[in-house]
T-cell receptor, first 116, second 112 residues
Framework: DTGVSQNPRHKITKRGQNVTFRCDPI?????LYWYRQTLGQGPEFLTY????????KSRLLSDRFSAERPKGSFSTLEIQRTEQGDSAMYLC??????????????FGPGTRLTVL | DQQVKQNSPSLSVQEGRISILNCDYT??????FLWYKKYPAEGPTFLIS?????DKNEDGRFTVFLNKSAKHLSLHIVPSQPGDSAVYFC???????????FGGGTRVLVKP
């Protein structure tokens, strides 16, 4: 297993366009998380899935954001009508509370979004 | 409402010496705390964690101390190595597998 992967690594878009990011978690990790990190800040929780069920969404997640995990494996995060304030690093993480001793989450390398 | 704070944005230490990173939290309901390290262009990497019922956890060069009455935890790195130069984040979590609440990070520079 090569860990959590995210695609694309970088995305530049114009304001108003839609973007979609993909996250492939560690195999058999049933929980998948999305975080957003802006410059100089720590990651902020956006949403998480237990298998295919979306269990929690942050109030930071506006209606323009939607996330899916249709088969309980990979996940997508879509941002509609992007705004310059959406520019950030989007991080995905996965874990299996039954396996990981300290319930640590394993992070992917992130997708850096720049909205012009 | 910033529930986890790292008040020192940066730290510089000589190779071989001790690095002490501090973290304060406001929510006494956190069940455990974790420390992550982050290099540029990479995702955060788990370092060490501590349950809220413990006051110390040690793993090699890394030791985390928890003072619940002060709502404060610290990470000690001994001895510090140049490869430890990175941004360190502390995070709190409420229950197994639940979301992490991160501090703002401390950038550590270990000088050879």
């Amino acid at each position: 297993d090569t860990g959590v992967s995210q695609n694309p690594r970088h995305k530049i878009t114009k304001r108003g366009q839609n973007v979609t990011f993909r996250c492939d978690p560690i195999s058999e990790h049933n929980r998948l998380y999305w975080y957003r990190q802006t410059l100089g800040q720590g990651p902020e929780f956006l949403t998480y899935f237990q298998n295919e069920a979306q269990l929690e969404k942050s109030r930071l997640l506006s209606d323009r954001f939607s996330a899916e995990r249709p088969k309980g494996s990979f996940s997508t995060l879509e941002i509609q009508r992007t705004e310059q304030g959406d520019s950030a690093m989007y991080l995905c993480a996965s874990t299996d509370p039954g396996q990981e001793q300290y319930n640590e989450q394993f992070f992917g390398p992130g997708t850096r979004l720049t909205v012009l | 409402d910033q529930q986890v704070k790292q008040n020192s944005p940066s730290l510089s230490v000589q190779e071989g010496r001790i690095s002490i990173l501090n973290c304060d939290y406001t929510n006494s309901m956190f069940d455990y705390f974790l420390w992550y390290k982050k290099y540029p262009a990479e995702g955060p990497t788990f370092l060490i964690s501590i349950s809220s019922i413990k006051d110390k956890n040690e793993d090699g060069r890394f030791t985390v101390f928890l003072n619940k009455s002060a709502k404060h935890l610290s990470l000690h790195i001994v001895p510090s190595q140049p490869g430890d130069s990175a941004v360190y984040f502390c995070a709190g979590a409420f229950a197994a597998g639940n979301k992490l609440t991160f501090g703002g990070g401390t950038r550590v520079l270990v000088k050879p």
